[in-house]
């Protein structure tokens, strides 16, 4: 029964594993270049999803309409919470930064409630309805879902090994102040990765919201499953992002099988498992 | 049998050997000062005996015992303690309380005892304070003992910070560069007081880039070069040395 | 005046306060004396946070969890298995001390942005097991029922102003503990190792040791305040979105930033003021035009508090422009050639 069943559990634990994955990559780009975690990462996730629902249905605008003025946005919110939040403290304690960022996180969420504190979706993107794979039958979403994710993955890896900001982004990951002194202007970099990181947060929110619907207390699940998987395939790394992600897309939907109603105590309990265990993760460095 | 015995200490940083199977000895009772020039490695050589870093290898008997692999502050409440080349008082404590920081190695009291006040625990900080003063006063700072550490001249900061590291009442005790950021007569007072230490009867190990300081106070200098032991001796011996001249100016070509 | 004398003096000035609350609000007030008497629970694992994040310098992004545990150990023992409310104090303040044992064993080794994240998982983990309700027995989503109030001797706690007093009660021995603890040996060690890790042990303080020593003592606060919380709450009722959501973690995170990290005093000021909240804002609301829902702004004040204490650090700026913020003479460094 459940070996039936594999194909249908791979296709969506990817599916949702790819989600992770863009979050992850969002941590990890503010995490590289600023050594912040950002703890608002997964309201950029739930501004997408929601700024997409009111380009769609409170305004009726085309979807690609719709796309571009929702990732503008969050892309600008993205950039103004660095500004205004992040850099006047820029040389507090780790620990100092944390907690703007979760008081960002909750201001966010406050903001969002304010408008509204029921739920949304809006209808999937142009497709088949459903798509067999095998045995597994698929909601044409999730080719979307995945299908984006491998194009944005593709797009940042592109970004950061052959363009100068990108290269220059990952200077600062590797030595902030050693960027600094060739010339880099180090600041810009951090609003940059925080409008990155806001961006794809931004597409995670979009892809995902028909497959679950969105609300304004969504980001803080989202993000902390970010979170795990970005600490699953190590902290600061890339590939780590994705593998962490994808892995953990993987084991929730599988777990879920075996524990159901356990899938958020899953994503959690791996996390602290893997913090004990092996800090670094899959792919970090100590 | 000597206070401290070195046997092939070594570590290495990545690519780095910062300190080279280094041995030396030295005895109870001794003023013994490290120099060399800069990078030479003898702030890893403290940080590798006071337990702060993990050696690569290499033994280290303190009195006989072996310390290598104990954490700090087991090394400090056996009877070593150190400062550090940056003082790095803890600024919103008072004085007093800083140094009676310094104490806590011997005492004993715990959270229970603590949290109820009891009888035990007032007469252990009662001890402390008396330590503590005690401490303070053989530096000369006694007077600021309630003024907040953070607050204290540059020099006198190096005084509590030593007081500190005496109030446990220790066997030895390292000082990494102690002159550095003192004027003549801080630095001619510090003299002083070393020898002061040394008459206590402890063994005293010290960094130190001036000169004047080393030759007028030390019994016996060890000269590191990258991480490697170049000469050891009385200072007559090491001021003649043509590989210690050669270390601190470069090879004449 | 002496030191001791000050501080007599402001225990008094407490207690005095303590004693006229439930007499000033009386009658259809009442309901002001319980809102406090929340306040005083919230202080009491408050304080417990304090000691760990203002003092040692750890943070917890979640201790609702101890609190949790703490609460739903006695209300487990008191209804399920029946035992006498008061003996579930022991057993809950001891289940959440040796949870912190336990957390934070593995947990306090980890450097800052790991150890808050691990606090985190702790929180969001317990919260997922109390919804999960392994074995039945913590009630899940719905929680549990008809927890029996505390009684000693004869006297049963059942009322706002009894309750109250109860609590208060603890809140003030507590603070007076946490008192003696900063002024010993040990306090003393917490903030030399909040200050420098490394200084504090090569003077002979055990980091380890000490850090794992206040917070487990943080998380028996913790499961006190727990405790208290489970007999004394509005409906004697428990349920996982009250006690062990991860907005409470953030909740009391806020009240030790609020009260500046490491003023005990401050601290208690936080968690009254961010207790009175709610029903403050909603005095507030009742004056603005129709629709603004209070509940959400409450929220984005605790968010906008988070932020702006720590990015702005209010207590410095004022420290600075009172002129108590002595400037230290540094003498230029000597240069020396061998």
């Known amino acids: 029964m459940f070996f039936d069943q594999l194909p249908q559990f791979l296709l969506s634990g990817l599916t949702i594993g790819s989600i992770y994955a863009l979050i992850a990559l969002g941590f990890t780009i503010i995490y590289n270049t600023t050594g912040i975690i950002n703890f608002a990462q997964g309201e950029f996730v739930m501004l997408g999803g929601m700024f997409m629902v009111a380009c769609t249905r409170l305004l009726n605008l085309p979807l690609p309409v719709g796309m571009l003025i929702t990732l503008m946005a969050v892309m600008a919110v993205g950039v103004l919470m660095e500004r205004l939040a992040i850099r006047p403290a820029r040389h507090k304690s780790i620990v100092t930064l ?139 790394s890339s590939p780590g992002a994705v593998i962490g992600g994808l892995l953990l897309g993987l084991l929730e939907t599988f777990g879920n099988y ?15 498992l893997v913090i004990f265990i092996r800090p670094q993760g899959i792919l970090g460095r100590k | 049998m000597a206070h401290l015995q070195v046997q092939g200490l070594h570590k290495t940083f990545d690519a780095v050997t910062a300190v080279n199977d280094l041995s030396f000895e030295v005895q109870r009772n001794e003023i013994c000062a490290i120099i060399g020039p800069n990078g030479a490695g003898k702030t890893t050589t403290f940080n590798l005996l006071s337990g702060v870093l993990p050696a690569d290898r290499g033994k280290i008997f303190f009195d006989g015992n072996e310390i290598l692999g104990l954490p700090p502050h087991d090394i400090a409440r056996r009877g070593m303690v150190r400062t550090f080349q940056t003082v790095s008082l803890f600024d919103s404590m008072t004085v007093l309380d800083n140094v009676k920081v310094g104490c806590h190695g011997k005492a004993g009291a715990g959270l229970f005892s603590a949290a109820l006040r009891t009888p035990g625990l007032r007469r252990e900080e009662k001890a402390i304070t008396k330590k503590a003063m005690e401490a303070l006063k053989l530096l000369g700072v006694a007077d600021r003992a309630y003024d907040q550490a953070g607050s204290l001249p540059f020099g006198q900061q190096r005084l509590v910070d030593i007081a500190r590291a005496l109030a446990s009442d220790p066997e030895m005790i390292l000082l990494d560069e102690p002159a550095a950021g003192l004027n003549a007569h801080e630095t001619t007072e510090l003299a002083s007081l070393i020898l002061a230490l040394k008459n206590r009867g ?18 016996c200098i060890v000269v590191l070069d990258q991480g490697m032991k170049i000469a050891c001796g009385p200072p007559e011996s090491i001021q003649k040395d043509p590989r210690v001249i050669a270390a601190y100016l470069g090879d004449e070509d | 005046m002496t030191h001791k004398r000050r501080e007599l003096i402001q225990y008094a000035v407490f207690a005095a306060f303590i004693i006229a609350v439930p007499l000033v609000f009386q009658g259809r007030q009442s309901y002001y004396v319980s809102m406090l008497a929340l306040a005083g629970i919230y202080a009491i694992v408050a304080i417990g946070l304090n000691l760990l994040m203002g003092y040692a310098g750890q943070i917890s992004l979640g201790h ?82 008809n927890i029996p ?37 040990i306090g003393r060690a917490l903030m030399a190792i909040h200050k420098s890790e490394v200084s504090a042990s090569v003077l002979g303080v055990n980091v380890f040791s000490c850090k794992l020593q206040v917070f487990v003592l943080s998380g028996m606060y913790a499961g006190l305040g727990g405790f208290l919380y489970a007999h004394c709450s509005p409906m004697y009722y428990l ?100």
């Open chain 1, 98 to 236: 944390i907690i703007i960022t979760i008081g960002v996180s909750i201001a966010l969420k406050a903001g969002t409630a304010f408008f509204s504190k029921d739920s949304f979706t809006y209808p999937p993107f142009p497709g088949p309805e459903h798509v067999a794979v095998g045995n597994a039958t698929l909601p044409g979403q999730s080719l979307w879902i995945i299908g984006t994710a491998g194009c944005i993955m593709a797009s940042l890896w592109l970004f950061f090994h052959f363009t100068i900001r990108g290269k220059a982004m990952r200077a600062c990951a590797i030595n902030r102040e050693a960027a600094n002194i060739v010339g880099i202007d180090v600041e810009r970099m951090s609003s940059l990765s925080f409008g990155l990181s806001a961006l794809i947060g931004a597409v995670a929110g979009i892809m995902v919201t028909p497959t679950t619907q969105m609300a304004w207390y969504r980001g803080t699940e989202l993000g902390l499953k970010g979170f795990c998987a970005v600490i699953l395939g190590g902290l600061g």
């Open chain 3, 64 to 145: 609702a969890a101890f609190f949790s545990i703490g609460a739903y150990t006695s209300a487990i023992l008191t209804t399920r298995y029946e035992w006498q409310p008061l003996a579930g104090l022991v057993p809950a303040v001891a289940v959440s001390g040796c949870a912190a044992f336990v957390i934070g064993l593995p947990t306090l080794k980890l450097k800052e942005h790991y150890l808050a994240m691990a606090t985190l998982g702790v929180g969001l983990i317990t919260y997922s097991l109390i919804k999960a309700d392994p074995g039945g027995i913590t009630g899940g989503v719905t929680g549990i029922v």
């Open chain 2, 202 to 219: 402890l063994t005293v190990m010290i960094i130190e880039h001036d000169m004047e300081l080393i030759m007028e106070i030390a019994d």
């Open chain 3, 239 to 338: 349920n996982p979105d009250d006690v062990c959501h991860f907005g409470l973690s953030i909740k009391l995170l806020t009240m030790v930033v609020i009260g500046g990290m490491g003023s005990m005093w401050g601290t208690l000021l936080g968690a009254v003021g961010l207790s009175i909240l709610p029903e403050a804002l909603r005095v507030l609301g009742s004056l603005l035009p129709a629709g603004v829902n209070t509940s959400d702004i409450e929220m984005a004040v605790y968010g906008l508090i988070l932020a702006v204490i720590m990015i702005a650090s209010p207590r410095q700026r004022l420290k600075k422009l009172l002129g108590l913020d002595k400037p230290r003479r540094v003498e230029p460094p000597k240069n020396v050639e061998a």
């Open chain 1, 258 to 272: 075996f524990f159901s109603g356990y899938r958020d105590a899953i994503a959690f309990s791996i996390f602290l």
């Open chain 3, 149 to 185: 109030p505390l009684a000693i001797g004869g006297f049963t706690f059942d009322s706002d102003r009894s309750q109250f007093y109860l609590i208060w009660a603890m809140a003030f021995l507590i603070f007076v503990l946490s008192f003696n603890i900063i002024d010993s040996r």
